[in-house]
C-alpha cells in the first residue's frame, strides 16, 4: 500500500556529484527508518545508507562514508541522498526503501517496501 518514487539518477564522470530523492505515498508513515541500496550487473544488492526516525541516527557503507550524505523530510515523507566524489565502482540500480523499525538498519530485511530503482552510471 505505500509507494516509492526513485528519481535524480543518471550519468557522470568520476568525481562528479548526484542528488538522489525517494517520494513516499499511499499509507506510509515517516515513523520508521529509511535506507538506500544499491545493485550493481552480476552483484547481489548491498546496503548503502539509511536514517532512522528523528534519534535513530544515520548508517553508511565503509565504501561511501565521507563521500554520501543521506537526509529526509518527515513532513513530506521523502528523503535524499548527495553521492559526492563518484567513483566508476558506485555505477548500480539504487533503490529506496522504508523500514520495518525506528532505528536505522544495515539489512535488507529489516525493509518493508522499496522503489523501482534508478540508474547511476559513473564513466572514468
Known amino acids: 500500500q505505500v509507494q516509492l518514487v526513485e528519481s535524480g539518477g543518471g550519468l557522470v564522470q568520476a568525481g562528479g556529484s548526484l542528488r538522489l530523492s525517494c517520494a513516499a505515498s499511499?499509507?506510509?508513515?515517516?515513523?520508521?527508518?529509511m535506507g538506500w541500496f544499491r545493485q550493481a550487473p552480476g552483484k547481489e544488492r548491498e546496503f548503502v545508507a539509511a536514517?532512522?526516525?528523528?534519534?535513530?541516527?544515520?548508517r553508511y557503507a565503509d565504501s561511501v562514508k565521507g563521500r554520501f550524505t543521506i537526509s529526509r523530510d518527515n513532513v513530506k515523507n521523502t528523503m535524499s541522498l548527495q553521492m559526492n566524489s563518484l567513483k566508476p565502482e558506485d555505477t548500480a540500480v539504487y533503490s529506496c526503501?522504508?523500514?520495518?523499525?525506528?532505528?536505522?538498519?544495515?539489512?535488507?530485511?529489516?525493509?518493508?517496501?522499496w522503489g523501482q530503482g534508478t540508474q547511476v552510471t559513473v564513466s572514468s
Open positions: 536514517i532512522g526516525w528523528i534519534g535513530g541516527g544515520t
Open positions: 499511499g499509507r506510509t508513515s515517516s515513523r520508521y527508518a
Open positions: 526503501a522504508v523500514g520495518r523499525t525506528v532505528g536505522a538498519s544495515t539489512l535488507s530485511v529489516d525493509y518493508a517496501y
